[in-house]
């Protein structure tokens, strides 16, 4: 199985918050873990809100700033072209998505269409791109025809 992750998801890596232990999960068991380049920046900026908000200590944002830097060069990261970033502005005009929302969702179908005999999941704790990325899905998948 491949997994997508958006920057939502990919933070519960690094800060214990409810849908941590789901995410943990889903990362072992996915043989290749996906993301878009974007979510780099993202994730930075979400540690150190935290920070800011001292949810976080000072030695638990170095540890999860560490912990995200170690582990990035593991993932497929996606660069955010032109093309990528067309599909993206589509997409947040037909989804009422915000741009990197939509960049990461326009990310995840790529990936659908580069791996199209794999599993790929999306995983995001933003309802509303997750429900965008099950209707983008959807029609980016034929339906296959179901033997009786």
């Given at each position: 199985m491949i997994l997508y992750l958006d920057t939502s998801s990919l933070v519960k890596l690094y800060v214990e918050e409810s849908g941590t232990e789901e995410v943990q999960g889903l990362v072992g068991r996915a043989e290749l873990v996906t993301t878009s380049v974007v979510a780099y920046a993202e994730s930075r900026a979400a540690l150190a809100r935290r920070r800011r908000e001292k949810y976080l200590t000072p030695a638990g944002f170095r540890r999860a700033k560490a912990a995200l830097d170690a582990d990035w060069d593991s993932l497929l990261t996606l660069?955010?072209?032109?093309?990528?970033?067309?599909?993206?502005?589509?997409?947040?005009?037909?989804?009422?998505?915000?741009?990197?929302?939509?960049?990461?969702?326009?990310?995840?179908?790529?990936?659908?269409?580069?791996?199209?005999?794999?599993?790929?999941?999306?995983?995001?704790?933003?309802?509303?791109?997750?429900?965008?990325?099950?209707?983008?899905?959807?029609?980016?998948?034929?339906?296959?025809?179901?033997?009786?």
């Open positions: 660069e955010v072209g032109e093309a990528l970033s067309r599909s993206a502005g589509d997409l947040a005009e037909r989804h009422r998505l915000r741009g990197f929302d939509a960049l990461h969702l326009a990310s995840y179908l790529l990936v659908v269409r580069e791996f199209a005999s794999e599993d790929v999941l999306f995983s995001s704790a933003d309802r509303v791109l997750h429900r965008a990325a099950r209707r983008a899905f959807r029609a980016a998948r034929p339906k296959v025809a179901r033997r009786h």
